[in-house]
């Protein structure tokens, strides 16, 4: 049995202490699945099998479980069960490919799959110590990005900061500063024609009067980007302009059976050919969607040639230069197939909706190029990553 894609929207991704600061986390997953099933009105809440829901911190407000909470937030029956999965960036993408097999298995017919994330309201925390009223100071540590509380039994090569990860990267492929600003660029000035084209539209639902991602800078060039110091090294090539910011957003995509068409009132737009799962060494993490992207094609039975669309979460300018590269010598036809409607360094990368956002733009562009195949891929923190073969029912043979 194939599982397939019936619909997909996200929220506008907000900046960091942005138009979304003030949305809690789980009433941004609510209100992007209320926008997902106004998409499918004939659609019985109840005959949603499951909602499956990424997120990467789970420390604050969507502790407990946000995917169930969003789920009846969003006013979807009691009856109707949800779960939360934390795969650090690639959550979204991991719910995807969780539902996706469980309607191959016939274990469902129809489910909700997305993820949230709110950077902006990620908490503090304080470490729990071992007895009461220690006489020591305590330090209250961010769960916005990153390593926090680390086991000191971790490799420290593993525990570097992903930004000083992502500089190894660097060493390692020799991809230059003035390549980085460029790719930079041209995310921002795709993704801005997007919006401009009215890509987005259909894509994307309003939430507190923010109707168009925040962090999109259309004025963008590389002698601006050129002026800006390294983040992470003193000699270093990664800014603040050739990496993904911080961001608050939620995507949501509806996935079902072929059976389950008459009961959704849509017609399927895509179907999940393949997947694949990598990991590698921690640090070398923004590599890993190397060997992702070809193991989903493997088992989707096809090859780069066939490839006619890629949207690769841009986590960093560096990590998706190396990681494209690296297809192009496996036999990806061209570059500019990647991202061709903008990518997370000017869209925004909140960590648990990314997946989300990368796979129903790809199946979009696959419908508007009147290509077949696309690949949906992401680098996840700690070393591992995620891709998803799409097959455009459009051209489907």
Known sequence: MDAFLYSAVRTPFGRFNGALAGVRPDDLAARVIEALLAKAPGLDGAAVDDVIWGNANGAGEENRNVGRMAALLAGLPTSVPGTTINRLCGSSLDAAMGGSRAIETGDADVVVVGGVESMTRAPWVLPKPAKGF??????????????????PKMPKEWTASLGECNEQLQDRYGVSRERQDEFAVRSHQLAAAAWDDGFYDDLVAPVEGLARDEGIRADST??????????????GTITAGNASPLSDGASAALLGSA????RIGLQPVARIAGRGTFALDPQAFGYAPVEAANRALVRAGIGWDQIGAVELNEAFAVQSLVCVDAWLAEGLKDPSLVNTRGGAIAIGHPLGASGGRVLATLAKVLRERGERYGVAAVCIGVGQGLAVVLENLQVAG
Do not use: I
């Open 222 to 235: 590389v002698d601006k980007l050129a002026g800006l110091a390294p983040a992470f090294r003193p000699d």
């Open 134 to 151: 220690p006489a020591r100071d305590v330090t209250a540590v961010s769960t916005t990005l990153g390593w926090r509380l680390t086991n």
């Open 259 to 262: 059976a389950a068409a008459e």
